[in-house]
């Protein structure tokens, strides 16, 4: 139980562990800061329609970390691996769920991947620019997520592997005010969440 | 992996129960002044006007009113201080409401204060033009203020009379919290005088990423920070966090007595509604029933407290789904196929749920009204683009944004008066998310105008001297005004 003094600690330490029953010391801070994943030099900028051309390029080459195994990726932590992802994010045009060709291409490339590395369970986040309302995109995020889900689904990998996760427009991955970077926003993005 | 809810906020909460608003009633005064010679109130405005522009008043027709520093009794520091707080805030309080035309107290400040009303000095405060004043006295009985507080006529016909005369004293006047006293008079005064419910002590509810603490809990491809519940005054004053999770927790939702917040949170790592008690630590509860594969958000309590409206992808797409609070009865209210149908809001007698819904096609999001049992939908805007966040008000006014984007602007449609429709903000900045007052008369919203995200007010007319900020760090979005006076 909570004792009532607890009430004078600053928020900042309010970082207790559930159930304990004694103060913790504080815990100011995540102690692995994850970096962002790489930015999307090539996400569609005009707004309507894609060209194979306006990609992202594909992921560099995971570096030899002298590991034993001949596949680093296959023993990276999820972290990592989200770090440096394979998994390419799929873009959308302005209040939109449908998948165009280059949108496809990369879920087939996405599902490829999976497919190799079987242990992986994704989270599907679903994103939007911050045109539309804050309401209206949360339930359109859902929607991005669910488009890049069924179209895994189709191409034969399991439902128990994949869940999807709206964040409307909560998390731009670019936070300028123009049709570049709202190109970049209106995404499906690729997390790899956990190891069976 | 996901980490345990962290209990952080229930601490919060803990310190909430300890706030003044939650102190018990008792050796609480307000009572009738014993040397008062009542005369007939200033009168009372309609209270049903047709055109719900009208119910607030031009400033031709209110009341002017002077407030004067009030007199302290003692050479008590802490007195005169607290003293000075409760007038300041008084003044805000009475000059919201817009009952009365309350005279800037810049331009009274060299007119001598007086402790007896007979003593006023008339001339000068005719001079400005004032039709009343307020005299007040502040003293000391133990911690508390005690308020002696006086609305004289200054008008030639009638000048010395006292029409309002009340005494206010007690522990919700402590000294140490000036602001609730003068909430509470405030209050009491627009109550007796005008017949208004005013809304001093209010509260309002928001998400905020002030902390800019990074998500923890799970990794997230953006780059934002994660954002918490935070809950204010009315005003803006008292702002503190209500969830500590660093996670994505939006949409607060007060219940209708104020000790309950239903509010969307990803901590489990998807959408789903979740509601705790602000004056103990239990865990949340989960009433939309905690489920991986669907998204359940945007709650709205029913005017009694017992149910939940929210937006669920239960079915497979987005519709209005309503449950008890304690989860039972959970049931499907619009059940319409391949459609967004999102953001309830409740009718003032809870007979009635607006939401809107794209089924008209893309791009056409559309406000709808539905019998709570999921009989007799209507729709009510048509041609509306962005149309976005109905909230309906205790005047049977629904408030929205609207906008093809990027910028929005809040709006209402009158449904006592053919679905008239204003525009309430003015095309500033983006303007998303309203609220209402419990009253009815004045909308919270989200603003870009000064920049990032803010939590603002304004009237419902849309004047732009009733506009005011009341965030003014991080961004703040999906404010949620409290039904009742907070914990009373």
Same mark, same amino acid.
């Not at chain 1, 030899?64 to 023993?75: C, I, K, M, Q």
């Not at chain 2, 719900?52 to 407030?67: D, E, I, N, Y």
């Not at chain 2, 205790?394 to 906008?403: M, P, R, W």
């Given at each position: 139980m909570l004792r009532p003094q607890t009430i004078l600690i600053p928020l900042v330490a309010l970082v207790l562990v559930a159930g304990c029953a004694t103060k913790k010391p504080p *815990? !100011?801070?995540?102690?692995t800061q994850v970096p962002p994943p790489a930015?999307?030099?090539? #996400?569609?900028? !005009? @707004?309507g329609t894609t060209t194979p051309a306006d990609r992202p390029p594909a992921p560099p080459p995971v570096p030899d970390t002298g590991a034993v195994t001949s596949d680093p990726l296959a023993d990276k932590s999820p972290e990592d691996i989200n770090s440096n992802s394979p998994l390419k994010p799929v873009f959308f045009a302005f209040d939109s769920d449908e998948l165009d060709d280059v949108a496809r291409q990369a879920l087939n490339d996405n599902a490829q991947v999976l497919k190799k590395y079987s242990t992986w369970v994704i989270a599907i986040e679903g994103h939007c620019d911050e045109r539309g309302t804050a309401e209206y995109n949360l339930a359109l995020g859902d929607r991005r997520a669910l488009a890049a889900k069924n179209f895994l689904l189709s191409l034969g990998l399991s439902a128990a592997r994949i869940k999807t996760v709206s964040y409307g427009k909560e998390f731009p991955f670019d936070p300028g005010h123009t049709e570049a970077s709202w190109a970049k926003n209106r995404r499906a993005q690729f997390m790899v969440t956990a190891k069976q | 992996m996901m980490k345990p809810?962290?209990? #952080? #906020?229930l601490i919060v909460a803990a310190a909430l129960a300890a706030a003044p608003t939650a102190r018990p009633a008792a050796a609480w005064i307000s009572e009738p002044l014993q040397s008062s010679t009542q005369q007939q109130p200033p009168p009372t405005q309609s209270q049903q006007p047709t055109d719900f522009r009208l119910s607030l008043v031009g400033a031709g027709t209110q009341p002017k009113v002077g407030l004067p520093d009030f007199t302290v009794e003692g050479g008590d520091k802490d007195l005169a201080d607290a003293t000075m707080t409760l007038v300041n805030v008084l003044w805000d309080d009475l000059d919201f409401e817009k009952e009365y035309y309350l005279i800037p107290r810049k331009s009274t400040a060299s007119i001598p204060v007086v402790a007896d009303a007979k003593s006023l000095p008339f001339d000068r405060w005719k001079e400005i033009g004032a039709e009343y004043v307020i005299v007040g006295t502040s003293k000391r009985i133990g911690d508390n203020l005690d308020i002696e507080f006086r609305l004289v006529? *200054?008008? %030639? %016909?009638?000048? @010395?009379?006292?029409v309002f005369s009340w005494h206010y004293g007690g522990s919700g006047c402590a000294l140490k919290n000036a602001r609730f006293c003068a909430h509470f008079i405030s209050d009491d005064f627009h109550k007796k005088t005008r017949g208004v419910d005013g809304v001093a002590r209010t509260k309002l509810a928001f998400s905020s990423d002030r902390d800019g603490a990074r998500m923890t809990g799970r990794q997230i491809s953006g780059p934002g920070p994660g954002k918490e519940v935070y809950i204010a005054d009315y005003d803006g004053a008292n702002q503190m966090p209500v969830t500590a999770n660093r996670n994505l927790n939006l949409a607060p939702a007060w219940s209708p007595d104020a000790r309950d917040l239903a509010y969307t949170s990803w901590v489990s790592g998807y959408m789903d509604v979740y509601v705790r008690s602000l004056f103990d630590a239990k865990p949340p509860t989960r009433p939309a029933g905690s489920d991986n594969n669907v998204e359940n958000g945007l709650a709205a309590w029913s005017p009694d407290g017992s149910k939940l409206a929210f937006a669920s992808t239960k079915s497979g797409d987005w519709d209005i789904w309503v449950v008890n609070r304690d989860g039972t009865g959970l049931h499907n209210i619009t059940n319409y196929p391949k459609a967004i149908d999102n953001a309830p809001t409740w009718s003032p007698t809870g007979a009635q749920i607006a939401f809107t819904s794209d089924r008209t096609g893309s791009s056409s999001n559309q406000i709808y009204i539905v019998g709570a049992d999921g009989v007799g939908l209507r729709q009510?805007?048509? @041609? +509306?683009?962005? +149309? %976005? /966040?109905p909230t309906w008000s205790s005047l049977n006014v629904i408030a929205y944004t609207a906008g093809a984007g990027p910028g929005h602007d809040i709006y209402a449609v009158d449904l006592n008066n053919n679905n008239r429709t204003i525009q309430i903000t003015d095309g500033q900045g983006s303007n998303e998310s309203p609220t209402f007052a419990p009253n009815g008369r004045h909308l919270a919203f989200v603003t870009? /105008?000064? @920049?990032k995200e803010q939590v603002a007010t304004i009237a419902i007319t849309g004047k732009k001297d009733t506009l005011k900020r009341v965030t003014e760090v991080g961004n703040n979005r999906y404010p949620n005004w409290s039904h009742t006076p907070g914990g009373q």
């Amino acid at each position: 139980m909570l004792r009532p003094q607890t009430i004078l600690i600053p928020l900042v330490a309010l970082v207790l562990v559930a159930g304990c029953a004694t103060k913790k010391p504080p *815990v !100011s801070a995540p102690t692995t800061q994850v970096p962002p994943p790489a930015p999307f030099p090539g #996400a569609n900028q !005009s @707004g309507g329609t894609t060209t194979p051309a306006d990609r992202p390029p594909a992921p560099p080459p995971v570096p030899d970390t002298g590991a034993v195994t001949s596949d680093p990726l296959a023993d990276k932590s999820p972290e990592d691996i989200n770090s440096n992802s394979p998994l390419k994010p799929v873009f959308f045009a302005f209040d939109s769920d449908e998948l165009d060709d280059v949108a496809r291409q990369a879920l087939n490339d996405n599902a490829q991947v999976l497919k190799k590395y079987s242990t992986w369970v994704i989270a599907i986040e679903g994103h939007c620019d911050e045109r539309g309302t804050a309401e209206y995109n949360l339930a359109l995020g859902d929607r991005r997520a669910l488009a890049a889900k069924n179209f895994l689904l189709s191409l034969g990998l399991s439902a128990a592997r994949i869940k999807t996760v709206s964040y409307g427009k909560e998390f731009p991955f670019d936070p300028g005010h123009t049709e570049a970077s709202w190109a970049k926003n209106r995404r499906a993005q690729f997390m790899v969440t956990a190891k069976q | 992996m996901m980490k345990p809810y962290l209990p #952080a #906020a229930l601490i919060v909460a803990a310190a909430l129960a300890a706030a003044p608003t939650a102190r018990p009633a008792a050796a609480w005064i307000s009572e009738p002044l014993q040397s008062s010679t009542q005369q007939q109130p200033p009168p009372t405005q309609s209270q049903q006007p047709t055109d719900f522009r009208l119910s607030l008043v031009g400033a031709g027709t209110q009341p002017k009113v002077g407030l004067p520093d009030f007199t302290v009794e003692g050479g008590d520091k802490d007195l005169a201080d607290a003293t000075m707080t409760l007038v300041n805030v008084l003044w805000d309080d009475l000059d919201f409401e817009k009952e009365y035309y309350l005279i800037p107290r810049k331009s009274t400040a060299s007119i001598p204060v007086v402790a007896d009303a007979k003593s006023l000095p008339f001339d000068r405060w005719k001079e400005i033009g004032a039709e009343y004043v307020i005299v007040g006295t502040s003293k000391r009985i133990g911690d508390n203020l005690d308020i002696e507080f006086r609305l004289v006529g *200054v008008r %030639d %016909d009638i000048q @010395g009379k006292e029409v309002f005369s009340w005494h206010y004293g007690g522990s919700g006047c402590a000294l140490k919290n000036a602001r609730f006293c003068a909430h509470f008079i405030s209050d009491d005064f627009h109550k007796k005088t005008r017949g208004v419910d005013g809304v001093a002590r209010t509260k309002l509810a928001f998400s905020s990423d002030r902390d800019g603490a990074r998500m923890t809990g799970r990794q997230i491809s953006g780059p934002g920070p994660g954002k918490e519940v935070y809950i204010a005054d009315y005003d803006g004053a008292n702002q503190m966090p209500v969830t500590a999770n660093r996670n994505l927790n939006l949409a607060p939702a007060w219940s209708p007595d104020a000790r309950d917040l239903a509010y969307t949170s990803w901590v489990s790592g998807y959408m789903d509604v979740y509601v705790r008690s602000l004056f103990d630590a239990k865990p949340p509860t989960r009433p939309a029933g905690s489920d991986n594969n669907v998204e359940n958000g945007l709650a709205a309590w029913s005017p009694d407290g017992s149910k939940l409206a929210f937006a669920s992808t239960k079915s497979g797409d987005w519709d209005i789904w309503v449950v008890n609070r304690d989860g039972t009865g959970l049931h499907n209210i619009t059940n319409y196929p391949k459609a967004i149908d999102n953001a309830p809001t409740w009718s003032p007698t809870g007979a009635q749920i607006a939401f809107t819904s794209d089924r008209t096609g893309s791009s056409s999001n559309q406000i709808y009204i539905v019998g709570a049992d999921g009989v007799g939908l209507r729709q009510i805007t048509f @041609g +509306c683009q962005g +149309c %976005d /966040r109905p909230t309906w008000s205790s005047l049977n006014v629904i408030a929205y944004t609207a906008g093809a984007g990027p910028g929005h602007d809040i709006y209402a449609v009158d449904l006592n008066n053919n679905n008239r429709t204003i525009q309430i903000t003015d095309g500033q900045g983006s303007n998303e998310s309203p609220t209402f007052a419990p009253n009815g008369r004045h909308l919270a919203f989200v603003t870009t /105008r000064w @920049g990032k995200e803010q939590v603002a007010t304004i009237a419902i007319t849309g004047k732009k001297d009733t506009l005011k900020r009341v965030t003014e760090v991080g961004n703040n979005r999906y404010p949620n005004w409290s039904h009742t006076p907070g914990g009373q």
